[in-house]
């Protein structure tokens, strides 16, 4: 069975001004197509082939002969969570349950942003920054390469951003908390963080 690329929930042009045609387009069109044929080749004729992709990386995380399966099939729910992480006229603030949490975790919600600010600007060299929950609780934490909170058990990911150079160079060239202000201020989809907040 070929996994197929996840469609898009917008149009690749939808997040313009911010994101912009060209820049969509390299990061869905080629760099997550990548990872989907990679996977794809890599599970071909194996036991993986058959497994819901979320399995795969759960199983490959803990496999180090696995190690390329792991960072491609990972890549490829990253970066889908990061497509429903943001939306055309996204930003503001979430609702009351999940702003509740965010004020309790971090004293207000301007906090929560310069918290998340420093860990998306402060991640050296590729990877991602997540809002999860953990029981109760909120955390902002790193991600390095491929890694993602959904190999650990505790850890339910409400949020992503991309910080991969991929992610913003074409647009944004290597100034990447201008990325950052931007997704928080226009992209960030908070009704997706707040159906994975339950
Ligand atoms: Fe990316």
Redesign the pocket.
């Known amino acids: 069975m070929t996994y197929q690329l996840p469609q898009l929930p917008y149009a690749p042009n939808a997040l313009e001004p911010y994101i912009s045609n060209n820049l969509m387009s390299f990061?869905y069109g080629k760099?997550?197509q990548a990872y989907v044929n990679k996977y794809n080749e890599l599970t071909q004729g194996t036991s993986y082939a058959d497994q819901p992709l979320e399995k795969v990386i759960k199983e490959t995380f803990k496999n180090p002969d696995q190690k390329t399966l792991f960072n491609n099939g990972a890549?490829i729910f990253n970066?889908t969570f990061?497509w429903n992480s943001m939306k055309p006229k996204g930003g503001g603030e979430p609702h009351a349950k999940l702003k509740n949490a965010i004020q309790q975790t971090w004293g207000s919600f301007d906090q929560f942003k310069v918290e998340f600010t420093t860990k998306a600007s402060t991640l050296f060299g590729s990877g991602w920054v997540w809002l999860v929950k953990e029981g109760e609780k909120l955390a902002i934490i790193q991600s390095k390469d491929a890694q993602t909170p959904i190999t650990g058990e505790t850890q339910k990911p409400l949020l992503t951003l991309?910080v991969?150079e991929?992610?913003y160079y074409l647009d944004y060239q290597n100034k990447r908390p201008d990325f950052i202000k931007t997704y928080l201020e226009h992209l960030v989809n908070w009704e997706f963080a707040e159906k994975n907040f339950g």
């Open positions: 990061h760099h997550h890549q970066h990061f991309d991969w991929h992610a």
